[in-house]
């Protein structure tokens, strides 16, 4: 097989001396759902990202206020490495869609001013 046969990845592993590694994405047990809300924990080995809904309900035995409830639905454990790789892998996409979107603004405030005008 000739240098032009091969898939630059292949070149690229032998120019190196590097094996080159494919992943597969198996999706067939996977589960979907939908978070507004996280609450990270950290130990000194692990990170927890407990990821759910906040509900804004009214607050019991008053009738003028509210609370909110942090209905957990799903846990990830993550050592520090994957956290602060998938911290990076973010905020990239983060910042690709600001580029194209604008400004995410977290202030509710903020958000309220704007959509006003």
Do not use: C, H, W
């Amino acid at each position: 097989m000739s240098d032009s046969d091969k898939s630059v990845e292949e070149q690229a592993a032998q120019q190196t001396g590097q094996q080159t590694v494919r992943v597969r994405i198996d999706q067939r047990d996977m589960d979907s759902s939908y978070a507004n809300s996280f609450r990270p924990i950290a130990s000194t080995e692990e990170i927890l990202l407990d990821f759910g809904i906040n509900q804004a309900v009214p607050a019991q035995g008053d009738s003028k206020s509210t609370e909110i409830i942090f209905k957990v639905s799903s846990r990830v454990i993550m050592n520090y490495y994957t956290a602060k790789r998938l911290a990076i892998s973010l905020s990239q996409v983060v910042g690709q869609y600001e580029e194209q979107f604008g400004e995410i603004k977290l202030n509710a405030a903020d958000r309220r001013l704007e959509s006003k005008d």
